[in-house]
Each structure stands twice: as C-alpha cells, then as structure tokens.
C-alpha cells in the first residue's frame, strides 16, 4: 500500500469546511481606470452575490496601476465593506507572454 504525505483523516478534515462555516469564495477583479464604474458594478455585483446560502463571498479588487481615483474609491468599499479588499500595483502588469516557446511557436 503507496503511503501518502498527509493521513486520510487529516487531509479530509484540511480541505473540508467546518460544519458551521461554508465555504470562501474570492472574486479577483482587475480595475484599469475604472473610477466612473466601480461603484455600479460593485453594487451589482454585491446584489448579486448577497443572501446566496451556498457560499461565503469576498471581493478582492486589483488597482493594476490606474492614475485616477479608481484606488480611492477602493479603499473607501475596503473601509466600509468588510467583504472588500483592496489591492495597489504600481503599474500595469498588463498580459504578458509567457518566456519561452508557446502552442505553434517553435
């Protein structure tokens, strides 16, 4: 019999929620000069979210380097909303390609 780092009691009860606690789901939303529409999307976003019985939600934005008042605004949904949480990159990462060859590339 293949012996396995963790015991099976030990891993189910790690990757299992606790009877009273259901599970955390992050939502990672990438914000770019968005200060006109944070505010309307974070509602329905909420609006949407709230009440669900299935799950626990939070909210995690990326300020990916925006110059206007977008990470303002996160910072006051951060403060006044505990399911917020409010992330400042410097600049913007943007997508970049991976080093090395990729899918058709030699």
């Known amino acids: 019999m293949r ?15 606790e009877p009273d606690r259901r599970p955390l789901i992050s939502y990672v939303v990438p914000v770019y000069y968005e200060q006109d529409g944070i505010a309307a999307f974070h509602t329905e976003l909420t609006e949407a979210l709230d009440g669900r019985p299935e799950f626990d939600f939070e909210l995690v934005y990326v300020n990916d380097g925006s110059q206007d008042a977008s990470l303002a605004i996160l910072k006051d949904l951060a403060k006044n909303d505990p399911c917020v949480r409010a992330v400042d990159f410097a600049r913007n990462f943007g997508a970049h390609r991976p080093p090395g060859p990729t899918a058709g590339q030699p």
């Not at 012996?3 to 929620?17: K, L, N, Y």
Request: proline letters at 13%; a positive charge.
């Open 3 to 17: 012996q396995t780092a963790f015991p099976a009691a030990r891993f189910e009860s790690a990757v299992r929620p």
